[in-house]
């Protein structure tokens, strides 16, 4: 389809995502690896392209939760490989490690199916120990018998042992350190019995940007990668140095419209104008994502590099009020994010508007316009 005949679309800065990546590596211990969370067709940025572009740089692993998606990682040929989190039942195992995939494993049940279907050499498989998040994983004080029992497995090659320990406020951030620590006793008794696996993680977003130490030698990241904070309060660590993959929105003017004084138009339900407007058009609407804008909010778009006024976000439009962008003109782009001039329009901005957290912003808008990628791997590329 022909942008003219329906102009909307997405840009993903994929130099942005190498750039946050190396923030991530200067915030890690020296010598621990990272790895990729790729879950969630990539936070929404388009698991392929982001792990094209992240395939050279020498991660640990990509992560990911659909057997579809990491099935279809396995068809890019990839040189990193590609880890399951858990979400798979045992008889599901066969799939997984048919497939060149490396499954979680979270109970002997598990273990035992993976084992099973090993051909020719060890299935590959990480195990997950629930450290006090309370939902996936061998719990902490099983775990030492549980990886001493997979010893004797000759079909399993344990390659990882990791853990995920999310916090979003101060509160969280004191309940994590303490669990780090819990976590790293596991480790340093693992190590002593020759049991600890190559990898082992627990670090993730919010304990890379708020500076937790722990002992693992990798660290699984999602937010920070694609420039989303992972805190619900901003105080807790400073994230402005990871900036959002996602770096346009738009759509542009299909018809500007002039309304003279006192004429009773509806827009948005409001009946009537006391002044003469001018207003304008974009086809792209909460169809393609975006949020009716949040009670009390005063949502803009940018115009010719200035800031024109949402009135309403329909179905399948957007209005905006073109009083200070009076030559604004058919074609025209209409930016909901990004940058024209020495306007800019922040992912912040985009999601106080909506009503919604950056990540649950990016989401919304993943799939639904044209994707355009620049950056890495010289050119961009366009699905
Ligand atoms: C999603 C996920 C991560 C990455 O989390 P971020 O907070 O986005 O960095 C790490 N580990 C596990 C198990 C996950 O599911």
């Keep these: 389809m022909s942008e003219a005949a329906h102009p909307g679309w997405a ?70 490989p590609v880890v399951m989190f858990a979400g798979a039942l045992p008889e599901g195992m066969a799939d997984l490690v048919g497939a060149g995939l490396v499954p979680t494993i979270v109970d002997r ?26 939902r996936l994983g061998v719990p902490l004080e099983e775990a030492e018998g549980f990886l001493a029992g997979l010893a004797d497995m000759p079909g399993l090659e344990v390659q990882g042992l990791y853990t995920h320990l999310p916090f979003g406020d101060a509160r969280g951030r004191d309940w994590a350190r303490e669990r780090f620590d819990a976590f790293d006793a596991l480790l340093a008794r693992l190590e002593a019995r020759g049991l600890a696996p190559p990898v082992t993680q627990a670090g993730a977003s919010a304990s890379v940007a708020a500076g937790l130490p722990d002992r693992s030698n990798a660290v699984c990241v999602g937010h920070l990668l694609y420039g989303l904070s992972p805190f619900a309060d901003a105080s807790v660590a400073d994230v402005s140095a990871f900036k959002p993959v996602l770096a346009e929105v738009g759509s542009r003017l299909v018809q500007v419209s002039d309304h003279p004084q ?25 169809a393609q994502g975006l949020a009716r804008p949040a009670p009390g909010s005063r949502p803009e778009a940018l115009i010719r590099g200035r800031r024109a006024p949402i009135l309403a976000v329909s179905l399948e439009h957007l209005t905006l009020d073109l009083s200070e962008v009076e030559d604004a003109a058919v074609g025209d782009a209409v930016l909901l994010l990004g940058g024209d001039g020495g306007a800019a ?12 957290r950056e990540l649950d912003t990016v989401l919304a808008l993943s799939g639904r316009l044209a994707a355009h990628y620049r950056g890495a791997a010289g050119g961009a590329t366009r699905i």
Excluded at 62 to 76: K, P, Q, V
């Design 262 to 286: 006192g004429s009773d138009i509806a827009i948005a339900g409001s009946y009537g104008i006391r002044r003469g407007r001018r207003t304008g058009v974009a086809p792209v609407g909460a």
């Design 11 to 80: 840009v993903y800065d994929l130099d942005r995502l190498l750039a946050n990546l190396a923030a991530i590596r200067r915030r890690c211990a020296p010598g621990q690896a990272c790895i990729a969370a790729l879950k969630g067709n990539a936070y929404g940025h388009g698991a392929a392209p982001v792990a094209r572009a992240l395939d050279g740089e020498g991660l640990a692993a990509f992560m990911t939760g659909s057997f579809d998606e990491a099935c279809r990682l396995r068809a890019e040929g990839l040189r990193t």
């Design 345 to 356: 329009i922040g992912l912040g901005e985009l999601a106080a508007w909506s009503g919604r």
């Design 109 to 134: 049940a598990g273990a035992e199916a993976a084992a099973q279907a090993a051909a020719g050499k060890p299935a590959p498989v990480y195990v997950k120990v629930d450290a006090g998040l309370g």
